[in-house]
């Protein structure tokens, strides 16, 4: 086996083809809680959480006024978006709510908690929270164990309610 990738590896940003650039703007930045760190001509954006140059790149370089992949085709899944804790993937659940943007799945997968949905152009997120490796599930050997169990919503809201 070929060495493995250095542990302290991060995925950096993603960079999205879009439609219409001023609606992933309005999304990205009003219900997702980005900031728009700038405009690139009037082709691209590029927004960011707590001032980092970009997390998200959008763009219409070759997709203005284009459709979706078809369903059943190849391209991107879904990606994720990382939160610091679940009370951040309780706020980011309650501005999804309060624009009424529609959620696609929500899970907890042991390691995890996640909350699925699609932005304009019908790219795939992920949001979610990890829980400390100390409380992943494993088998009796030590074998993680991810789960697919569902979300327990009303203790993720709680997390917002007032000490």
Do not use: C
């Amino acid at each position: 086996m070929p060495e493995p990738i250095d542990p302290g590896t991060t995925i950096g940003h993603v960079h999205l083809r879009v439609s219409d650039l001023p609606r992933a703007v309005k999304f990205y930045t009003e219900v997702m809680g980005f900031e728009l760190m700038q405009y690139y001509g009037d082709s691209a954006a590029f927004v960011s959480a707590g001032g980092y140059h970009h997390h998200i790149g959008l763009n219409t370089w070759e997709s203005a006024g284009g459709r979706p992949p078809a369903r059943g085709s190849t391209g991107l899944y879904h990606f994720a978006i990382l939160l610091p804790n679940r009370k951040a993937l309780a706020q980011t659940l309650k501005r999804l709510i309060d624009h009424n943007w529609p959620i696609d799945g929500a899970s907890d997968h042991g390691v995890s908690e996640a909350i699925y949905l699609s932005d304009p152009d019908k790219n795939g997120i992920e949001i979610y929270r990890d829980r400390p490796r100390s409380e992943w599930p494993r088998d009796e050997k030590g074998t993680l164990r991810m789960t697919g169990d569902p979300l327990d919503f009303d203790g993720l809201m709680a997390e917002l309610d007032p000490v």
